[in-house]
């Protein structure tokens, strides 16, 4: 049984891989293709198309409406090379262990499991885009 | 054994998080602090006690190599200080996480060896906080037994990092 409360999280880190997927196709967009951070930009897209695909069937199997995917978003500084790739990449594993770890907060079982390793996943990613480590990633986000 | 205070800090830990996602637009938490502690879920004060005495294993075995590697030092002072933050908030309040004795801690002299004992030790503590946040009864220490894995799972990178920064195996 899924709780009201793990639904919730669940769409927050829906919510959160959809802007992923945007963000790191944005990422994706300013790199030299054959680059080194664009093939780690493209694992971490299909990395979180998948999860943002689990997700939906996580609320759908809910009984619950996943929350839509939006045209575009606004990111915090416009992208304009490597280096602002590489920063948007930053700020959606940031996020994303944020809601991860919210996720194992109010999740059980099955789902706590997959949250834990996605708070994982997202800590050390952003890791291997220059973020520093951090004693409570996802709660103890830099800002 | 005497009753113990359940400790709260790991309650503060995921209120500033969650606190973090309500700025950041991503709700999603019931965490928070509450004005009374909560009872907590059977096992999960023993859990939190195990998780504190395993980063109390990992401060010593870091300290260890510090002292004999002190090339090392630029490397493993973040890693001790994030153990050290792991040992306080999972130790119950009114007790103390005794560290292990000098006899326990071996470092290696090789370099190396030293990197990859860390690492292998690193790896061992980041599953068995997995495990703990699994199997945890309070979402709250669940939430706080991930990412103090995750951490963990930041510092095998490092050390992997720094393994093969060290180049074809000379110490």
């Given at each position: 049984m899924t709780t009201e409360s793990a639904v919730e999280a669940a769409q927050a880190a829906l919510a959160a891989e959809h802007v992923a997927v945007y963000g790191y196709g944005v990422s994706g967009g300013v790199?030299?293709?054959?680059g080194p951070d664009a093939v780690r930009v493209r694992a971490a897209y299909e990395v979180h198309r998948a999860r943002r695909d689990g997700l939906e069937t996580v609320v759908r199997s809910a009984s619950a409406e996943p929350v839509p995917a939006e045209a575009g978003y606004a990111l915090?500084?416009?992208?304009?090379?490597p280096a602002g790739a590489v920063a948007l990449a930053r700020m959606i594993e940031d996020r994303c262990a944020v809601t991860h770890a919210a996720l194992v907060a109010a999740s059980t079982g099955a789902l706590r499991s997959d949250a834990v390793g996605w708070l994982g996943d997202a800590a050390t990613r952003g890791l291997s885009w220059g973020a520093a480590p951090t004693a409570f990633p996802g709660l103890d986000r830099q800002r | 054994m005497p009753p113990t205070t359940v400790s709260r800090r790991w309650l503060l830990v995921v209120a500033a998080g969650a606190a973090a996602a309500a700025a950041t637009g991503c709700a999603g938490t019931s965490a928070g602090p509450s004005e009374q502690a909560p009872a907590v879920a059977p096992g999960d004060l023993d859990r939190a006690r195990r998780a504190a005495a395993d980063a109390a294993e990992l401060v010593a075995v870091v300290a260890g190599a510090e002292r004999r590697h002190p090339e090392l030092q630029p490397l493993l002072a973040g890693l001790g200080s994030r153990h050290r933050t792991h040992v306080e908030v999972f130790t119950p309040e009114g007790e103390v996480v005794a560290p292990p004795g000098p006899g326990r801690v071996s470092v290696p002299r090789s370099r190396r060896a030293t990197l990859r004992v860390l690492r292998a030790r690193e790896q061992r503590a980041a599953a068995a906080a997995r495990r703990a946040a699994a199997d945890a009864g309070g979402g709250e220490l669940a939430a706080a037994l991930a990412s103090c894995a995750a951490c963990l799972a930041q510092h095998v990178r490092l050390l992997s990092a720094a393994l093969a920064d060290t180049g074809t195996g000379r110490s």
């Open positions: 790199l030299d293709p054959s915090d500084r416009p992208v304009r090379g | -």
